[in-house]
């Protein structure tokens, strides 16, 4: 659990962050948004005191990060950033050992780990193990990156702008790689973008920032549901609100079982989101769906009116 | 029999030795000049066939060499001790405030004439080995400053980020990234400082240092080429020898 | 920077705190009662019951002060303080040789002791520091530097301080000004020469790969052979063309002199010279000399309008690391009689007669520090948008 209690920092005359209070729950994923100078980056580096703060107090599980040897704490902590800082003379594995090793983890162990988080991670050992950074695509460094925090297996995990660089389909790709991971190791993620999508998709509690201060959070649902203001509204999509939304809930969710009516054509896979069910029926210009699970057997049926949100078809 | 004990001994030069052969080829080569100048007086008295003399006996060869070799040594370990160290320590927090001003020192530095250096040392530490040491050192300082400071300059500032997240104390963060990737620029450096250095140590035969410059001083005094020839090749491969060391340091860096 | 807070400024204060160490702690001049003699050393508070000392104390005290609050106003008042203390130095030594020569001693020199250098040397480093801090530019940096000159030779001329260094150049100001000229000379002669078979060989490097790799590895070659030996291995070959050649030896071509000094600086100033000429001409962005073709330049025009503005300050670098080396080497070839500042430096080193040494030594320095200062601004002028 992270707690922040009216955390203040200070550049010179300029107020980054402006007396930031914050709750960060156990096995919780929440992320930070908003646009760049907002304040996001620099709260997420005060929690594992890469920038120490001015004012107020942050805790981690209930204990002042003050009271903590800053390298103690920042080993206990994974940390992932844009431009992966893997280290360019180090191979793929000693990267991914570095924490480990400042541990004083016996060599065997450090091995065995690294290639439990390569696995983890997709990347096949006698492939990846022995080459250097400088050799990855984009995708694969940041991918050594998050195995590389998550390597001492911290409780809590920083990652800052961890996809911002990458081509969208390689980004989505490890997105969903990181729910996947999320869902298994119940980590305390602080994840920081200036990517609503990304947020959306990642969050289970969204912080949206703007001059150093919270504007308004919560789940992902109830921002869409009530922005606080024009600025949140805007930062959402404005008009593709509607189709943020909907990216959000699955078509399972909102499925009916077969009914006696004849199969629609169109089949859709059961965890394809809402907005995708929408793109689906416009293309074909038909209202009604057939559902269909990972083998490709109709599960269920999903009308147009039930999608807007009907009772029943 | 011994065919064989040829082949195993060239396969045993793979590839530990087989990457020193430059230097080794060098080096031995210096030792056999030195050495062995005498034997090539035939040579010599072609060059020079109307001197009474034609090889410098003032003082021995291998004598020279070490005398050339000790003062450079010397000179450079103090200079990377000294340049290396004072990079880094203008690169620390603690010393941050002092790096304008040793940066800017390094690169005007470089434009002093090592002879007006060597002359200055002169009136302040008087004659002998002390005022070349010194002048060599104050020289070969400077671009193992540069170098370092640009070296420690050049790491990725997210390289640096991403050690002190996961976790690294200063020190290991010096010894075991910044230290490592700008070994290269540094080593090139102390390349640079040394090789200018075997030359410039030369000069030191003018204020009463004797090394390799004093067959060279010798020969432009009496006009005897066979001398100078003697001194510029012990001098030359020398710094052959040593440049051929860095060039495969850094090879394998 | 950005805070409006002050902290102090600690390089100032180690520079003003070693400066005093050294002016209450070291020699700072000796008496000696001619040029052979070597002198009596007195430091600072020994001279006019240590009044004067104090007065130069003082002011470094309070830039230590001002550096302690480094405001931008502080650190301004701590420049005038510095300057203010290299002003008054001069008038300083003046007062040290009213006190400690007597009247009789008509060959006296007083020399300037360590700790006056060290004072010199820490002040002038607190001047680099207080332009950096301060974003002076580099003229204005030397435009401050006039007044402390003029106090300096008015100290000298008018007060008449009989400083040895000044009286060794008095004693053979004809032959400085001759040695002074010599030495130019010789470096025009050379960067000039180099600057024209430069650019042709860098051409003709374009042209003919085989060209290239010859050059660059003959000219490397060339530049590790000890400066030393390559004047020294340049006379016999030469001394033998001037008695064979009648022409050659006409225009003054012997072992010694000259001609060996000017074969070797070109020797050495080609590389430098070459290497930045080609890189000049080959390194101009494709992507730039792409669209002036596509717009219809002709080669011509891609030469003249394109390449030639963009390579300039390169080859003014190359210019300019040609003639500080070559100002350096030059000092070397007066070991075989070409004359130049560094005739000083060795005849001095022969005689032990330490105030010649400098007065060789010294002008070297300065004139390897002006040519480097004024090439490095000229092609800082010409950089195209200013920054590289």
Not at chain 1, 178 to 187: F, P
Not at chain 3, 340 to 354: D, I, K, R
Request: proline residues 5%; contains cysteine.
């Amino acid at each position: 659990m992270i707690e922040l209690f009216g955390v203040t920092k200070r550049f010179g005359a300029e107020t980054a962050v402006d007396a930031l209070s914050l709750r960060v729950e156990k096995g919780q994923v929440c992320v930070l948004v908003g646009t760049s100078g907002c304040g996001k980056s620099t709260t997420l580096r005060m929690i594992n005191r890469l920038i120490e703060h001015d004012a107020g107090e942050i805790h981690l599980e209930g204990a002042p990060v003050r009271s903590f040897d800053e390298v103690t704490l920042r080993r206990r902590i994974g940390y992932v950033i844009q431009s992966t800082g893997l280290f360019p003379h180090w191979t793929v594995a000693r990267n991914i050992g570095l924490v480990p090793r400042l541990l004083k983890w016996p060599r065997g162990r450090i091995h065995e780990r690294v290639e439990e988080l390569m696995a983890l991670l997709g990347l096949p050992v006698q492939e990846f193990a022995d080459k250097y950074p400088r050799q990855l695509s984009g995708g694969q460094a940041q991918r050594v990156g998050v195995a590389r925090a998550l390597a001492a297996d911290p409780d809590i995990l920083l990652m800052d702008e961890p996809f911002g660089a990458l081509d969208p389909l390689t980004r989505q790709a490890l997105q969903k790689q990181l729910q996947e991971l999320q869902a298994r190791l119940h980590k305390t993620v602080v994840f920081v973008t200036h990517d609503m999508d990304e947020a959306l998709a990642l969050a289970d509690r969204l912080v949206v920032m703007r001059k150093g201060r919270i504007v308004q959070q919560g789940r992902p649902i109830d921002l869409l549901h009530e922005p606080a203001d024009e600025f949140v509204e805007s930062l959402l999509g404005g008009m593709d609100r509607g189709l943020k939304e909907a990216a959000l809930t699955r078509v399972s969710e909102r499925m009916l079982p077969l009914g006696p009516r004849l199969l629609a054509s169109e089949r859709i896979p059961y965890d394809a989101s809402l907005s995708q069910a929408l793109s689906l029926m416009l293309w074909h210009r038909v209202e009604r769906l057939t559902v269909v699970d990972g083998e490709d057997i109709p599960v269920g049926e999903l009308s147009l009116r039930r999608l807007l949100g009907g009772k029943s078809s | 029999m011994s065919r064989q004990w040829l082949t195993v001994g060239s396969a045993a030069l793979t590839p530990g030795l087989r990457h020193w052969l430059a230097p080794l080829v060098w080096l031995s080569l210096l030792v056999l000049f030195a050495t062995g100048m005498a034997h090539l007086e035939g040579a010599f008295r072609w060059l020079e066939p109307d001197s009474r003399e034609v090889i410098y006996r003032r003082a021995g060869f291998i004598a020279l060499l070490g005398q050339h070799a000790m003062v450079v040594g010397i000179a450079s370990l103090v200079a990377v001790v000294l340049g290396v160290g004072s990079a880094i320590a203008v690169t620390r927090p603690v010393g941050r405030d002092f790096l304008p001003l040793v940066s800017q020192l390094a690169s005007i530095g470089q434009t002093f004439p090592p002879v007006a250096v060597l002359a200055l040392a002169v009136p302040a530490l008087g004659f002998g080995t002390l005022p070349i040491i010194v002048a060599l050192l104050l020289y070969g300082l400077l671009p193992i400053v540069r170098n370092t400071l640009t070296g420690l300059d050049g790491i990725d500032p997210d390289v640096r980020e991403a050690a002190r997240g996961m976790g690294m104390t200063r020190g290991q963060l010096l010894r075991q990234v910044e230290l490592p990737l700008a070994a290269p620029v540094i080593l090139a450096g102390i390349r640079t400082s040394v090789t200018v250095n075997i030359a410039t140590a030369a000069l030191g035969a003018t204020v009463g240092a004797s090394n390799l410059g004093d067959p060279i001083i010798a020969g432009i005094i009496n006009g005897n080429t066979a001398y100078i020839v003697q001194g510029a090749l012990l001098i030359g491969l020398l710094a052959l020898a040593v440049d051929s060391v860095f060039e495969r340091l850094l090879r394998r860096g | 920077m950005e805070s409006g807070r002050c902290e102090p400024n600690r390089v100032l204060l180690v520079l003003m705190l070693a400066g005093l160490f050294a002016w209450l702690s070291l020699d700072a001049v000796s008496l000696a009662p001619n040029r052979i003699v070597s002198g009596t050393p007195y430091r600072a508070f020994q001279i006019l019951g240590g009044w004067p000392a104090l007065a130069l104390a003082l002011p470094m005290l309070i830039v230590a002060g001002l550096a302690w609050r480094s405001s931008r106003q502080a650190l301004r008042a701590a420049l005038w303080g510095v300057l203010a203390l290299l002003t008054l130095l001069p008038w300083w030594l003046v007062a040290a040789s009213v006190d400690l020569v007597e009247p009789g001693m008509a060959q006296a020199r007083v020399g300037i002791g360590a700790s006056i250098w060290l004072l010199l040397f820490v002040w002038l480093l607190a001047l680099i520091e207080l332009r950096t801090r301060l974003e002076l530019s580099r003229p204005l940096g030397w435009l401050l530097l006039l007044p402390v000159l003029t106090s300096w030779w008015l100290a000298l001329t008018w007060g008449q301080a009989p400083l040895s260094l000044y009286r060794e150049y008095q004693a053979r100001s004809d032959q400085f000004l001759t040695a002074v000229s010599t030495h130019l000379a010789l470096v025009g002669a050379a960067v000039g020469t180099s600057l024209v078979l430069g650019a042709l060989l860098a051409l003709a490097m374009r042209r003919h790969p085989g060209v290239r790799r010859a050059s660059f590895g003959l000219l490397s070659f060339l530049q590790t052979v000890p400066s030393l030996a390559l004047f020294g291995l340049l006379l016999a070959p030469l001394a033998w063309l001037g008695a064979r050649v009648d022409m050659l030896a006409a225009i003054g071509v012997s072992g010694i002199g000259w001609a060996p000094a000017f074969l070797a600086l070109l020797g050495y100033s080609l590389l430098p010279m070459v290497r930045n000429i080609y890189v000049a001409l080959e390194e101009v962005d494709p992507a730039v000399i792409e669209s002036a073709r596509g717009m219809g330049m002709s080669r011509r025009q891609v030469l003249l309008q394109v390449r030639l503005p963009l390579a300039l300050p390169i080859v003014l670098e190359g210019i300019r690391i040609t003639t500080v080396q070559a100002i350096g080497l030059t000092a070397v070839a007066a070991l075989i009689g070409a004359g130049g500042l560094g005739t000083f430096v060795f005849q001095g080193l022969g005689q032990a007669a330490m105030d010649m040494v400098l007065l060789g030594a010294l002008p070297i320095l300065g004139l390897a520090l002006i040519a480097d200062a004024t090439i490095s601004a000229l092609s800082e002028r010409l950089r195209p948008g200013g920054a590289p």
